[in-house]
């Protein structure tokens, strides 16, 4: 019973009959995968918490993906398609950490389906010789810059991946300036999209505020976080992206339910836990 996903039953056999039927046009609602490790490793973990997608279970979701006529696009490409003519089944692909799962085992399934990926590298762990973040290996500069050449893109995910709400101001910028700093000198290319590490910090208002102004002075445009649901594009910050979890639990009818947005509801309990929380934590 402990593996008994809650989330997946509510969605599959309730919040699928509400999915929000978008009328406006004033805004649109694109969801932003987010992916870690691509490996069979198990984990010993609630399914709600896993972060790995065995290679098959990812190809099922890039089959899934090419034959509903999703088009993929960059993080970076969202901004610039705010205006444009777009298609309305457009996705975002995201990975985060930089592991060398990423290079060997999701990059050649993406290349077979022709879907480009945004990579979040925390940059003290991406270095010319190979290391490991999490007991898994990362990918080298070399790898980076191989994948750059094939259309992958690349943003920030810190330094050394701390919890940014400990740190200092000096401490948080740094994290945020030295990582978007040693991408550009590794790649020659211009990083402006940022992916927050850890559980977003919803209810810290302080945090957030020093937070925003520190991606705005260092040229970041789009940012991401682990709030749950589909970006609204037009609608919501862009430096506050929310994105959709993808793990190996992911089977055809809860991967597509998920895109579809019946999975936007987790947004209000997992906000609601973190204030709860963070109101406990203010007042001891
Ligand atoms: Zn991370």
């Known amino acids: 019973m402990i593996n008994f996903r809650l989330d997946r039953f509510l969605t599959v056999n309730c919040f699928r009959y509400f999915i929000n039927k978008q009328t406006s046009t004033s805004y649109r609602q694109l969801p932003i995968l987010m992916y870690h490790s691509i490996s069979d490793v198990k984990e010993n973990s609630h399914p709600y918490y896993h972060v790995n997608t065995s290679p098959a279970v990812f190809e099922s979701h890039m089959r899934y993906l090419s034959e509903n006529n999703y088009d993929v ?3 970076r490409d969202l901004s610039d398609s705010l205006n444009a003519n777009h298609s309305a089944k457009q996705i975002v692909i995201t990975f985060d950490d930089g592991f060398l799962d990423f290079y060997t085992s ?8 022709g879907f480009t990926a945004t990579v979040f590298l925390p940059t003290a762990f991406i270095q010319n010789n190979r290391t490991s973040f999490k007991d898994n290996q990362c990918m080298t500069w070399d790898e980076v810059r191989q994948l750059l050449t094939e259309g992958i893109s690349f943003g920030s995910h810190t ?5 940014l709400t400990d740190l200092s101001e000096d401490g948080i910028e740094h994290e945020i300036k030295a990582s978007r700093e040693r991408i550009e000198d590794e790649t020659g290319i211009k990083v402006d999209s940022f992916s ?12 957030i505020a020093r937070y925003k102004g520190i991606l705005i002075e260092q040229g970041y445009r789009t940012a991401v976080t682990t709030i749950i649901g589909r970006a609204a594009i037009g609608l919501d910050d862009p430096l ?5 979890p993808a793990n190996n639990g992911d089977d055809p009818l809860f991967f597509q339910l998920k895109l579809q947005g019946a999975y936007d ?6 906000s609601f836990f973190k204030h709860i929380k963070g109101s406990i934590q203010n007042h001891v």
């Open 240 to 244: 506050f992206l929310k994105r959709i």
């Open 73 to 75: 696009i960059n993080l």
């Open 106 to 113: 999701a990059y050649p399934i993406l290349r077979k389906f």
């Open 196 to 207: 927050y590490p850890f559980a977003f910090p919803q209810e810290n208002r302080d945090f």
């Open 159 to 163: 330094v050394s991946h701390p919890q």
């Open 265 to 270: 509801w987790l947004q209000t309990p997992q």
